[in-house]
């Protein structure tokens, strides 16, 4: 059968599954790659926006932000050499032991490590003291203003039947270059 033979009926019929068939290849080919298209733009744009925001709100505080950081970055850059560094370092961590009570028996400077933007410093002590005493001290090297960390920790009785513990700790301190 040739397309010019088709009755009326059946040329309808034929015009009308080639509408269809048209229709759907647009509905598959064209609208719904464009429409998933159109929302993942839009879902790009607004997590951009959310960072926009952000950006925005942070470049208004920036002076109060800059005033922060030069504060903090000035009572944590080196003001001298290594050795100066570590003995300054070591000093802070005898006074928090003065302010708390505890007794140091040993300290040890430990080698620093040098990253791209600063210098970490370690030191390994032997402590004792009562478990308040050296709770506060724990304490005391979190908050410390100078980043202290607590990076190794150990408690072991002192002798069976006193409160009173030995402690063997390793404490670092960040100083930016």
Known sequence: MSLLNLSSRE???FYLTLAVIIAWSTEVFVIKPVSIKWKRLDDEIAADSIKLE???????????????????????????????????FLTDIESLANTTGVHI???KPLPTKKFSLY???????????DMGQISDFMRKVQISPRLLAIDKLSLNPKQAGTNLLRCGI????IAIL
């Open 119 to 129: 210098r970490k410093f370690y030191a390994d002590l032997e402590l004792e003291g």
């Open 11 to 13: 040329s309808r019929l």
């Open 105 to 107: 028996n040993e300290i």
């Open 170 to 173: 390793v404490i670092s301190k």
């Open 54 to 88: 952000k950006s925005e709100h942070l470049i208004r505080r920036r002076g109060p932000i800059t005033t922060d950081y030069d504060k903090a970055a000035g009572s944590l850059k080196m003001a001298g050499s290594v050795e100066e560094e570590m003995a300054k």
